[in-house]
């Protein structure tokens, strides 16, 4: 998912695609509409990692690109990071890959685990 677009305006975009107004998708996120609005309207700073992840799952988008869109970091990664000291370091050397060279390299990691179990 590539995108030159806002938080907001992907969010505003989505949601009215799926036709699906301001008020109820508020109250199915749990917010209020004001601050939706204002979401939307690129006044306030996107919301928490797990609240976009809950709009990414009500529009049925994929919660990884949502959250990297409103410049969050999912809620797991910083313990994983900090689960093994090598992390860090590779997540530098993968650092400017293509997204197919990460694609691949991470088949070869999920490869990788189902072979050690």
Known sequence: MKHNKSFGDVL???RMAKKISLRKFAQVVGVSPTYLSQVEQNNVQPPTADRVQ???EVLGENVDDWIALAGRVAEDLPAIIHEKKEVPDLLRAVSGLTA???RKLREQAERMKDEGQ
Do not use: H, S, V
Request: zero cysteines; charged letters at 55%.
């Open 12 to 14: 505003r975009e989505k």
């Open 54 to 56: 809950r709009m990414a």
């Open 100 to 102: 197919d060279q990460l």
